[in-house]
């Protein structure tokens, strides 16, 4: 099955223990991306990436952290967690950087920091 | 700058009705507009892509227009059901981006009375 999965989906942690959530798509798309929902500002991007080897930042890129060695995954790394980034979050992917492709979102994680 | 905004944040509406969620936006310039569901505490799942150059897409009881002049599309949903209850999401593919991000509307939140 064609999908988009994260791990954990749900995570209680305290302030200043990193953490990694993991992301993995399973159709050879080329992008993939980051996103962070909160109540009344929706859904902001964290990070992005393009292809392997290649991440650029999104509108809201503080206190995280992003890899991508494979074209099949694409961590989120928390260095040291703090409060303000208890959210959702939710990874998506689409085939490549064609515009007219519609993204693939996975089932989020929820996060809270103590 | 693009906005996306969907109008009214939360709807009720009794079962077997027809109904309508709009969203608009403030830039025409667009690749496609695509409609979400979300189920509390879920990820996203994909309803319905609009290209630009279409008026709108179908699929079973979900209809989605687009009228790419006026900023608009809307979401129509025939013969409401109770597990039609969620969020609806709206979300736009701005021209003017370099990389892939999609606006987000901060959705509708309908329930479907029994």
């Known amino acids: 099955e064609a999908q988009v999965t994260q791990n954990p989906r749900y995570l209680i942690t305290v302030t200043g223990k990193k953490l990694t959530v993991t992301c993995s798509q399973n159709m050879n798309h080329e992008y993939m991306s980051w996103y962070r929902q909160d109540p009344g500002l929706g859904l902001r991007q964290i990070y992005y990436?393009?292809?392997?080897?290649?991440?650029d930042k999104g509108d809201v890129p503080e206190g995280y952290k992003v890899s991508r060695k494979e074209k099949r995954n694409f961590p989120l790394i928390l260095e040291s967690p703090s409060p303000n980034q208890t959210s959702l979050y939710f990874c998506a992917s689409s085939p490549d950087q064609s515009s007219y492709n519609e993204q693939f979102f996975g089932p989020g994680t929820r996060l809270t920091v103590l | 700058k693009q906005e996306v905004t969907q109008i009214p944040a939360a709807l009720s509406v009794p079962e077997g009705e027809n109904l309508v969620l709009n969203c608009s936006f403030t830039?025409?310039?667009?690749?496609?507009l695509q409609w979400f569901r979300q189920d509390p505490g879920k990820g996203l799942t994909s309803l319905l892509l609009i290209q630009s150059s279409q008026r709108e897409q179908t699929s079973g009881r979900l209809n989605a227009s687009l009228d790419k002049s006026s900023g608009r599309s809307t979401l129509y949903i025939a013969a409401s059901q109770p597990g039609d209850s969620a969020t609806y999401l709206c979300a736009v593919r701005p021209k003017m981006n370099r990389d892939d991000k999609i606006i987000f509307g901060k959705g509708t939140r309908l329930h479907i009375l029994p």
């Open positions: 990436s393009m292809n392997v080897e290649v991440t």
């Open positions: 830039d025409s310039a667009i690749y496609n």
